[in-house]
């Protein structure tokens, strides 16, 4: 099976723009969650996703927003880029609901300027 | 909310063992994963207690103690590859996972 992949691997963007992230599960995993890491903060969990409905959703402000779509691909949007958004956006999923292994991609890296 | 601690940094040589601690501060708990991250890698998963005691995969094993709050991954037989950075996790509610700051394991020849 195919691992999960994000696009893009490399973004760089300005301060006030918005992004888009992509990420595309392992085959017959429904459940999709987002973390954002950086060297001050660590994995901090943005939000996960089941079955297209948001489930959970980490301590983030409203510019941080996702969705997933019937084929369990899912999509974050970060509007109005901060310097602070710089950071490394991974997204992991897993066949069902329980806590246990997830699957990483290999991270989407922001910079903002 | 949950909070995790785990050591920042543990240096050992090749062909050692090494235990890397976790204490944890949770509302509800659903289990203690640990994960691997070689730098410019993904989080890789290692294992996953969800009950007391000890979780063995090859030359890694995972203890639990729910009572304790407290879990250890422990390294066996040491490789220079093992060197990476090393995080544990603890499951919430909605599989909301909250890591712990991670742990950089340097081993040297």
């Known amino acids: 099976k195919a691992g999960v992949t994000q696009t893009p691997r490399y973004l760089i963007k300005t301060r006030g723009q918005q992004v888009t992230l992509s990420c595309s599960p392992i085959s017959g995993h429904r459940s999709v969650s987002w973390y954002q890491q950086t060297p001050g903060q660590g994995l901090q969990f943005l939000f996960e996703?089941?079955?297209?409905?948001?489930?959970n959703k980490g301590n983030f402000p409203g510019r941080f927003s996702g969705r997933q779509f019937s084929n369990s691909r899912s999509e974050m949007n970060v509007s109005t880029l901060e310097l602070g958004d710089s950071a490394l956006y991974l997204c992991?999923?897993?066949?069902?609901?329980?806590?246990?292994?997830?699957?990483f991609g290999p991270g989407t890296r922001l910079t903002v300027t | 909310g949950q909070s995790l601690e785990q050591p920042s940094e543990v240096t050992a040589v090749e062909g050692a063992i090494v235990q890397i601690n976790c204490t944890y501060q949770t509302s509800g708990f659903y289990g203690l994963s640990w994960y691997q991250q070689h730098d410019g890698g993904a989080p890789t998963f290692l294992s996953y207690n969800a009950l007391d005691g000890l979780e063995e995969t090859g030359r890694f094993s995972s203890f639990l103690s729910r009572s304790d709050s407290y879990g250890y991954l422990l390294l066996q037989e040491l490789q220079m590859k093992d060197s990476a950075s090393y995080f544990c996790a603890v499951g919430g509610a909605g599989n909301m996972l909250t890591f712990g700051g991670g742990t950089r394991l340097m081993v040297k020849p």
């Open positions: 996703y089941f079955s297209e409905t948001q489930r």
């Open positions: 992991a999923s897993r066949p069902g609901q329980g806590n246990d292994e997830q699957y």
